[in-house]
């Protein structure tokens, strides 16, 4: 029985008739309770041969046929279900967001690998997701994970990080990364449930006609960036989509009046010119309308540095600028000049002026600026650059020498120390023998102070695709999905599907719509046309053709050169523990079936002439019944075909001696549509009038009608139509949707619609209303105006220009990407060393000694302390 969603759209009278597969006739017969007129055995041996030798026809027209059309209809099945899915879990948005569904794209994405039988797969398993399985879903790329999986994920990711970065291991809470896309989680944030996509339902129970762990209820999240309204789809995967209301904002400038536009592209510009006063005070702002602050005034203008000696042609962005010319202006003291850069402003005093000290700092002197301060004679005594000594020169001009005292320095590991220039930082060479944070391999850096680099060395573990190693640097813990995307073939290569890395063993090939062109293997010189398979191909299904024992015709069975026979001769096997070497079927070819060729017989009782096999050719019964005239008059004989001996020149529709006895009640005909018997014994003459009532359906199939039989037959047809009408509004849906507006009527219904419609033009900016009828006429009602045509002009402009601005975007990020990858090229990689670990093979006497040497000193000691003992004893 088809779903109820199948069932839309189809009037009261025609669901019926769909669902139980009979013919609508066939149905309403049955029900009003008229017989089927009897037609002749002849005649209906005609039909039925006919409509063989129609299909047979049909089926040796058919181009292609193959084993796996069936698989095929079955996908063509599935994917219109999975159609209808998601046109009910996008129908909310699409009834508000109109006809543009080129925002839908990502998320209709989404919902499609979500609705394919393995389309989700789970990267830390490499296993595919059923509906029957409790998931999680990132919130950063919205990828699917098993809940088990992502829970074991977390758990040893947090133990990891804490492991190698805490000293107080396991009281720090870390974060935990997404498995594809690195958005990190708190540990509390760890997945303990399993939820629908949105989150308001808790294990959600699978549903046949919903998405996937979907509750099926409105997904009512807030859109991303925030403006207010919710989303409107049911529960799906994924990103929601752009916000599909609409709402009346103004241009970015405000200048213009507010319009109508969808919310999530609420940003649009006027055209019109900015015009406000930029810093430089002299220019306006010409761009077309924008928000924010204006760009800075691009205008070139002739200005003066700080200094007022230079005057150039410089951006008016950049109002103050500074020329590369020494002030050169006299000091206060009128012997030196002002060595500044330009500035704007006095110059200050005379830096030589005042109180001076010597070179060392330790002796004041009050001398014009003309006079070098002179040396004081005493020992320096500044620190030097080690931080430890000072110096021991007198009192000198210019910087301290280097510190060249020796004192005792401890290396930086902590293990020597040694007498070192004071200058120079003293660096043993042992080797770290600590483990870096991989846990795998030693630091070696010489004189490690025991923070030890990060491990530079490859991971180079096998991945759970068990293809590839991972290139990341070495590190503690699992390793991250191959990210690899691997190509699955059919058997010619003509199609593929792309396919995680490690799902190809488990993934079976795409469906190719290219002909097989592997060899027959029977004794037909081509293969039936089908498409393209992995393995062996189907059973040839093409006529035999070869010539038949006994007779002139043809073999028309199917090809039996190869069909699996169950083998006759088999080993008997010594016990369970033995398998069998033979298999149980084998592909051998079988004889020709018996020639089928119909050939005209006529039966014992000569009712007709049938179509006998050829193999079968001869008197036969054709198992209907005699059919002879009895002695009443009123019956034939019921038994089954039979020969009868008939006197000459006697009537061939008199029954004989070999047929039965009349002992039947009255079957005379009754009026035309009665359909009740006679009550009297089988008698001649008229029957008395049938009383009965009738149960009749209404035109509508909604009502059943009781009207006395005599009275339904008697009238005429459109009386019939007046007696079988309930009066009542017929339900029936017109071909432009709208119900009928008729009382219950026989018959197809009027397709004039009066129903008023409203029209837009193809921008949707106009709108006017119209007869259904007449839309159904005429296509082009409502046109769009000269306004429309501008405004549709306008956004393919600024698409345009968009499409330009990511085209360079893009090619300026290739191009970086390009210098980046060659300049990386130019490094030299360092070759890892071996190290090499012999074992010391131990002697025997090493081997054994402990075992040896606890005997022996027990036994000592036990002579020594009876010795002991008969010394004692007096």
């Known amino acids: 029985m088809n779903p109820v969603w199948r069932l839309q759209g189809l009037g009261r009278g025609q669901g019926r008739g769909q669902i139980t597969g009979d013919p609508p006739g066939a149905v309403r017969s049955a029900v009003r309770g008229v017989p089927e007129v009897k037609v002749s055995t002849l005649s209906r041996f005609d039909e039925i041969r006919k409509a063989d030798q129609a299909s047979a026809q049909r089926l040796a027209a058919e181009k292609h046929s193959s084993s796996s059309e069936d698989d095929d209809d079955e996908d063509d099945e599935g994917g219109g279900q999975r159609g209808k899915i998601l046109q009910s879990a996008l129908s909310p948005y699409t009834s508000r967001a109109g006809d543009d569904v080129g925002l839908l794209e990502q998320t209709r994405h989404y919902l499609n690998e979500v609705c394919q039988s393995g389309g989700v797969t789970c990267l830390i398993c490499i296993a595919s997701v059923r509906r029957t399985q409790a998931v999680w879903s990132c919130v950063g790329c919205y990828c699917i994970f098993h809940i088990t999986c992502i829970q074991k994920w977390a758990k040893d990711s947090i133990f990891l990080v804490s492991s190698v970065t805490d000293e107080d291991f396991g009281k720090k809470e870390h974060p935990w990364p997404c498995p594809k896309c690195r958005y990190e989680y708190n540990p509390d944030q760890t997945p303990s449930r399993y939820y629908c996509y949105c989150g308001k339902e808790a294990e959600p129970a699978p549903d046949p006609w919903l998405l996937p762990h979907s509750c099926g209820q409105v997904c009512e999240r807030e ?181 060249r005292q020796e004192v005792e320095k401890t290396c930086r590991c902590g293990r020597y120390t040694k007498n070192f220039p004071c200058h120079k930082e003293y660096l043993c060479d042992s080797k770290c023998n600590k483990t870096r944070t991989c846990g795998k391999h030693q630091c070696k850096r010489k004189c490690c102070p025991g923070n030890c680099p990060p491990c530079d060395m490859k991971c180079s573990r096998m991945l759970g695709c068990r293809n590839h190693k991972c290139p990341s640097v070495c590190h503690q813990g699992s390793c991250y999905p191959c990210p690899l995307m691997v190509e699955v073939r059919c058997h010619c290569g003509s199609t593929s599907i792309s396919v995680p890395c490690g799902r190809e063993r488990s993934t079976k090939p795409p469906r190719c719509k290219e002909l097989c062109r592997k060899p027959p293997s029977c004794h037909h ?249 007449r839309i159904r006429l005429k296509d082009d009602l409502v046109l769009c105006d000269e306004t429309c045509r501008e405004l549709q002009k306008k956004h393919a402009e600024s698409r345009a220009a968009e499409e330009r601005a990511a085209l360079e975007e893009e090619l300026r990020k290739q191009q970086a990407e390009l210098e980046a990858f060659e300049k990386r090229q130019k490094g030299r990689r360092k070759k890892s060393r071996k190290v090499t670990e012999l074992e010391e093979e131990q002697g025997v006497w090493l081997k054994y000694k402990n075992r040896l040497l606890v005997p022996v000193c027990g036994i000592l000691l036990a002579v020594a302390f009876f010795y002991l003992l008969q010394l004692s004893i007096p």
């Open 223 to 403: 859109f991303k960036p925030s403006c207010g309204h919710h989303c409107l789809l049911l529960c799906h995967p994924g990103p929601c989509p752009p916000c599909p209301k609409m709402v009346s904002v103004s241009c970015l400038c405000g200048k213009s009046s507010r319009v109508p536009r969808r919310c999530s592209a609420k940003s649009w510009r006027c055209q019109q010119i900015c015009g406000r006063m930029l810093p430089c005070r002299m220019h306006t702002c010409s761009n077309t309308c924008h928000s924010g602050e204006c760009l800075p005034c691009p205008q070139v203008s002739v200005q003066t540095c700080a200094c007022g000696r230079r005057r150039t042609k410089r951006p008016c962005a950049n109002l103050e600028w500074h020329c590369d010319q020494i002030c050169g202006r006299p000091l206060s003291c009128g012997n030196h000049t002002c060595e500044i850069v330009c500035h704007a402003g006095l110059c200050g005093p005379c830096p030589r002026s005042g109180n001076r000290l010597c070179s060392c700092g330790k002796t004041k002197s009050v001398l014009p600026c003309t006079v070098d301060v002179p040396t004081c004679g005493d020992t320096c005594s500044k620190k030097l650059d080690c931080g430890l000594h000072t110096c021991s020169m007198r009192c000198h001009k210019g910087a301290c020498e280097t510190c």
């Open 525 to 773: 010189s081509s293969l039936e046309k089908h498409r393209c398979h992995m393995g062996t191909c189907p059973p040839c299904k093409q006529p035999c053709q070869r010539p038949l024992a006994g007779c002139p015709h043809l073999c028309p069975a199917p090809c039996h050169d190869q069909v699996l026979v169950k083998a006759s001769e088999r080993p008997m096997l010594a016990g369970p523990w033995e398998q069998p070497s033979v298999p149980a079927f084998v592909q051998t070819a079988v004889p020709c079936p018996p020639c089928l060729v119909p050939i005209p017989t006529a039966c014992l009782g000569e009712h007709e002439m049938s179509q006998m096999p050829c193999h079968k050719r001869g008197p036969f019964s054709c198992g209907r019944p005699c059919g002879r005239t009895l002695t009443c008059g009123n019956h034939s004989c019921t038994l089954e075909c039979h020969r009868v001996t008939a006197a000459p020149h006697s009537d061939v529709t008199k029954a004989g001696k070999e047929c039965v006895q009349c002992e039947e009640s009255c079957s005379n005909p009754r009026l035309a549509g009665c359909t009740h018997p006679c009550s009297l014994p089988c008698h001649q003459g008229n029957c008395p009038p049938c009383t009965l009532m009738v149960r009749q359906r209404c035109h509508c199939k909604i009502s059943n009608l009781y009207i006395e039989c005599l009275k339904f037959t008697s009238a005429d047809e459109q009386g019939k139509q007046l007696l079988t009408s309930c009066q009542n509004q017929c339900p029936k849906q017109l071909n432009c949707g709208h119900r009928c507006k008729l009382l219950c009527h026989p018959g197809d219904c009027e397709q004039t619609c009066s129903q008023k419609v409203k029209l837009r033009c193809s921008c949707k900016r106009i709108k006017k209303e119209f007869p259904c009828s």
